[in-house]
């Protein structure tokens, strides 16, 4: 049997989309390997979002050339593969395919047109001054296909515990700063019969989480259906114990989401909100499409209809044109809403962005740019770590997922906290009552509350 490794970077879609790769070589005869040691097809899936993220990936596919000695056919996915294109097969050294993400049916069959290339044809006589052909270096397949949902595709995936459910592909926003839009291609909405009949079938194989996965997850709809009509739906699967979902826009984030969130026993008292920036004239350069009081009476509508919900969101600075003054907005939004947890970065330049084309002189120095970053994380920092020892001594509901990397087991509260605690395999898939005995300011440690209560009758 052929072996495939696929190794991912980036986003939530970026793993589902992984999941979907290795779905549709199963179905040609592959086995998925941890480790691209002996496989035959090496798979790099990539992101987009920010220059360092692609030259990570550069240089990883350089150290991947070592597992070629048994002829590996080495290939480039996803958004960085459909924003660079050809230019990738001279750039990462030795790649034989660069594929973006439309195309993934074609995969089984580009694999096996790499392989008839790599075959040197019969030799022919060659008249006096003229010269054999090059063979191509790679292929390319690239574009995007307007009705491309990947409906019918069984993803092999990665876990028995929770599955990525994608509803939604691409993106019709338009952010000053994203190449999302020019790598994904236009907004496109998978049908509900098709969603509810994938999560009825997840919990009938005992998944009991799902999360609904799109570029901007609440723009979702279908004919009559709307976003908060699917939630409802999916979170009353039977079988279904947890349901999340992300990314939402701010600018589509309604009040009957909040009433479907807060109806929901299912749906977890969890949300990631990307804000982005805390001062209007900045988001209005960004293109986000609300201003900072819209963003905040929405977080308390959440705060308000589900009491002790867990936020995190998304923060850019040094955006081109952010003055000290906007920056400070932004700190000073962190310290009020007082997120559980954020995804902080400093601006990355993408070729191809409206962001682009403002006036050089607007760019922010990188140095500058560094210092506001690493402020903003340690304001963040602070404010988390209070949040969690707040919380040291609660009891909470998690699922377990995994074996911790220090022992025990490792799993997730509903409010999307990593809890690790001591207890045997056998826990994995299954609901345990846990009680927070302690924190790294990020994490928890915790203690099965059965153990705990027999260790004190013990005493």
């Known amino acids: ?90 750039r990462a050294g030795g790649v034989d395919l660069v594929m973006g993400p439309d195309a993934y049916r074609q995969l089984p069959q580009k694999l096996a047109d790499v392989s008839a290339r790599r075959t040197p044809p019969p030799a022919l006589p060659l008249a006096h001054g003229t010269h054999a052909p090059q063979q191509p270096r790679g292929l390319t397949v690239l574009g995007f296909d307007p009705h491309e949902n990947y409906e019918g595709v069984a993803a092999k995936r990665v876990s028995a515990v929770s599955a990525w459910v994608p509803i939604q592909r691409g993106c019709n926003y338009r952010c000053t700063y994203c190449i999302v839009p020019y790598v994904r291609g236009d907004e496109k909405n998978r049908d509900p019969r098709a969603i509810l009949a994938e999560v009825r079938q997840l919990a009938a194989d005992g998944v009991p ?7 901007t997850v609440n723009s979702w709809e279908h004919g009559d259906w709307s976003f908060p009509r699917l939630l409802r739906e999916v ?38 909100l990307p804000v982005q920036a805390g001062h209007d004239r900045t988001l209005k350069r960004m293109l986000r499409r609300y201003t900072v009081a819209e ?68 760019f922010v120095p990188e140095d500058i740019g560094q210092a506001r970053l690493e402020r903003l994380i340690e304001t963040h920092r602070q404010i988390q770590s209070e949040i969690y020892h707040a919380e040291v001594g609660r009891v909470e509901e998690v699922l377990v997922e995994k074996e911790g990397r220090r022992g025990g087991v490792q799993g997730r509260t509903a409010g999307n906290k990593v809890v690790t605690f001591d207890g045997p395999a056998s826990l994995i898939g299954t609901f345990a009552e846990v009680r927070l005995t302690g924190t790294s300011g990020s994490t928890f440690s915790g203690e099965l509350v059965e153990s705990a209560e027999l260790a004190e009758m013990a005493a």
């Open 295 to 362: 963003y905040l009476e929405k977080i308390e509508w959440v705060r308000a209809a589900m009491p002790g919900i867990a936020l995190s969101t998304d923060v850019i600075v040094a955006f081109p044109g952010e003055t000290e003054e906007e920056y400070e907005a932004t700190l000073e939004l962190m310290r009020h809403v007082r997120y559980d947890d954020a995804f902080l970065y400093r601006y990355s330049e993408r070729e191809g962005t409206p962001a682009t084309r403002l006036p050089r002189d607007q």
């Open 235 to 272: 979170a009353r699967v039977d079988g279904i114990r947890r349901v999340r979902f992300t990314s939402p826009h701010p600018n589509g984030f309604t009040r009957e989401l909040v009433e479907v969130m807060a109806a929901e026993p299912a749906v977890c008292r969890q949300l990631h």
């Open 1 to 90: 049997m052929k072996k495939a490794y696929i190794e991912t970077y980036g986003c939530q879609m970026n793993i589902s989309d992984s999941e979907l790769m290795a779905g549709i070589l199963a179905e040609q005869g592959f086995v998925s390997t941890d480790t691209p040691d002996d496989a035959d097809v090496i798979l790099v899936n990539t992101c987009a979002i920010r220059d360092h993220a692609e030259q990570r990936v550069i240089g990883r596919v350089g150290q991947l050339q070592q597992f070629r000695r048994g002829g590996a056919v080495v290939g480039v996915t996803g958004c960085m593969a459909q924003r660079m294109g050809e230019s990738l097969l001279g």
């Open 209 to 215: 989480e799902v999360t609904l996965l799109g570029q």
